[in-house]
């Protein structure tokens, strides 16, 4: 996983800690949302995506509460987005870090596997 979050911190120009949680959210938010075979398949390809996801994917979560449902329900790209600039990212590091986890996880799952995970969350493709 070291690999991926050095490249994502060096290409965003983040901190390393910043894009390790970064990276770990977005993992867990598409573990969350998109299609489970093809997803699984993706964070298994990529080394230390599993342990990474179990890291951080509570991290920055909605909760429950009227809150918490009413960001469910307005969708799950947006308030990964807020989730993410909570911890300091603006939009353009946001979408930079999406862009280059992306990259990442077709090197090493294949094109198919991760156009078919960002295909399958609602409103994803235009982010990455």
Request: net charge negative.
């Amino acid at each position: 996983m070291s690999e991926l979050v050095t490249r994502v911190a060096e290409n965003v120009g983040i901190e390393t800690a910043t894009a390790e949680k970064a990276v770990g959210m977005i993992l867990g938010f598409l573990q969350r949302e998109a299609a489970e075979g093809p997803v699984a398949q993706m964070i298994e390809a990529i080394p230390g995506a599993p342990e990474l996801v179990a890291q951080y994917n509570g991290e920055g979560s909605n909760g429950g509460g009227l809150l918490g449902g009413l960001m469910s329900a307005i969708g799950g790209v947006m308030a990964l987005g807020q989730q993410l600039m909570s911890q300091g990212l603006g939009m353009g590091e946001i979408t930079a870090l999406a862009k280059e986890t992306i990259a990442f996880a077709k090197e090493k799952a294949g094109d198919e596997v991760v156009d078919e995970v960002v295909a399958s969350v609602p409103g994803l493709s235009q982010f990455v």
